[in-house]
C-alpha cells in the first residue's frame, strides 16, 4: 500500500525566526519528488481568519473564549483538507498550530483560561508525526530587532507562551519523544545562525520524505 504523507508542524516564539525556517523547509521540500502544501495558521484568507486578523490587528475586540474557539474554527475548516492531502500521498507544512492556540490563550492572565479549556477544542484534530518548536529566549528575541504591533508580541507575554510551549512539549515528550497521539515533539534552539537552524531541522524531516507507514492519528485521543 502506499505510504501516506507526513504531517510536520514548525511552532516557536515571535522573532524566532519561524517564518524564515518554514520558508526554506518549504524550498528543500519542493526540490522532493513528493507533493507538499503549507498552511498557515492563522489562516486569514477565510470569513474566520477575517475575524482573527481584525482582533489581531486590534480593529476588533472579542471575548478571550470567542476568539480561542475562532483559532481553533480556523484549524477544524481545513482539517478534513489536511487528511485528504495526507492520505493522498502530500506533505503537509503546517506554520503554527493547535500548540499556538494552546500556548497564546493559556497564557492570557486577566483572561483565567486553564490549560485543559485551551486545549479541548483541540483534542482530535489530524495529529502531526513531527512538531519542530524552535524556542529562543525572549529577550535575545527582542534584541533581533523588536517585536511587532499585533496583540501578543510583547516580551512578557512571550515568557508566559514559553512557559506553555514548554508543558505541551514536556507532555508530548513523556513517552521518549514519541508521544501516543500527538507524534514527536522536537525543541530547537533559534538562537543560533540561520543555516544551522536550518540543517537541524532537515536532519529532523528527511526520515519522513518518503512517507508514513503508520496511520494518521487525532490530537489527545
Ligand atoms: P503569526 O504571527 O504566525 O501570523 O501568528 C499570529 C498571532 O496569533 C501570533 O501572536 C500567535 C497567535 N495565535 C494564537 O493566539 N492562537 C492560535 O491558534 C494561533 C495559530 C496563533
Same mark, same amino acid.
Given at each position: 500500500?502506499?505510504?501516506?504523507?507526513?504531517?510536520?508542524?514548525?511552532?516557536?516564539?515571535?522573532?524566532?525566526?519561524?517564518?524564515?525556517?518554514?520558508?526554506?523547509?518549504?524550498?528543500?521540500?519542493?526540490?522532493? $519528488?513528493?507533493?507538499?502544501?503549507?498552511?498557515?495558521?492563522? $489562516?486569514?484568507?477565510?470569513?474566520?481568519?477575517?475575524? &482573527?486578523?481584525? #482582533?489581531?490587528?486590534?480593529?476588533?475586540?472579542?471575548?478571550?473564549?470567542? &476568539?480561542?474557539?475562532?483559532?481553533?474554527?480556523?484549524?477544524?475548516?481545513?482539517?478534513?483538507?489536511?487528511?485528504?492531502?495526507?492520505?493522498?500521498?502530500?506533505?503537509?507544512?503546517?506554520?503554527?498550530?493547535?500548540?499556538?492556540? &494552546?500556548?497564546?490563550?493559556?497564557?492570557?492572565?486577566?483572561?483565567?483560561l486553564t490549560?485543559e479549556w485551551c486545549?479541548s477544542?483541540? &483534542?482530535?484534530?489530524?495529529?502531526?508525526?513531527?512538531?519542530?518548536?524552535?524556542?529562543?529566549?525572549? !529577550?535575545?528575541?527582542?534584541?533581533?530587532?523588536? #517585536?511587532?504591533?499585533?496583540? #501578543?508580541?510583547?516580551?512578557?507575554?512571550?515568557?508566559?507562551?514559553?512557559?506553555?510551549?514548554?508543558?505541551?512539549?514536556? !507532555?508530548?515528550?513523556?513517552?521518549?519523544?514519541?508521544?501516543?497521539?500527538?507524534?514527536?515533539?522536537?525543541?530547537?534552539?533559534?538562537?543560533?545562525?540561520? $543555516?544551522?537552524?536550518?540543517?537541524?531541522?532537515?536532519?529532523?524531516?528527511?526520515?519522513?520524505?518518503?512517507?508514513?507507514?503508520?496511520?494518521?492519528?487525532?490530537?489527545?485521543?
Amino acid at each position: 500500500m502506499a505510504k501516506r504523507g507526513a504531517f510536520i508542524v514548525i511552532e516557536g516564539l515571535d522573532r524566532s525566526g519561524k517564518t524564515t525556517q518554514t520558508g526554506r523547509l518549504l524550498e528543500q521540500l519542493e526540490q522532493r $519528488d513528493r507533493p507538499v502544501q503549507l498552511f498557515k495558521f492563522p $489562516d486569514r484568507t477565510t470569513a474566520i481568519g477575517k475575524m &482573527i486578523d481584525g #482582533y489581531l490587528r486590534s480593529q476588533s475586540d472579542l471575548d478571550d473564549r470567542a &476568539i480561542h474557539l475562532l483559532f481553533s474554527a480556523n484549524r477544524w475548516e481545513i482539517a478534513s483538507t489536511i487528511t485528504n492531502l495526507l492520505a493522498s500521498g502530500t506533505t503537509v507544512l503546517a506554520d503554527r498550530y493547535a500548540f499556538s492556540g &494552546i500556548a497564546f490563550s493559556a497564557s492570557k492572565v486577566t483572561a483565567g483560561l486553564t490549560y485543559e479549556w485551551c486545549r479541548s477544542p483541540e &483534542i482530535g484534530l489530524p495529529a502531526p508525526d513531527l512538531t519542530v518548536f524552535l524556542d529562543i529566549d525572549p !529577550e535575545k528575541a527582542r534584541e533581533r530587532g523588536g #517585536y511587532g504591533d499585533e496583540r #501578543y508580541e510583547k516580551e512578557e507575554v512571550q515568557k508566559r507562551v514559553r512557559g506553555v510551549f514548554d508543558r505541551i512539549g514536556k !507532555e508530548m515528550g513523556s513517552r521518549a519523544g514519541e508521544s501516543e497521539s500527538g507524534g514527536r515533539w522536537v525543541t530547537v534552539d533559534a538562537g543560533h545562525e540561520k $543555516d544551522i537552524v536550518q540543517g537541524i531541522i532537515w536532519r529532523l524531516v528527511e526520515p519522513l520524505m518518503n512517507g508514513v507507514e503508520n496511520p494518521l492519528m487525532r490530537l489527545w485521543e
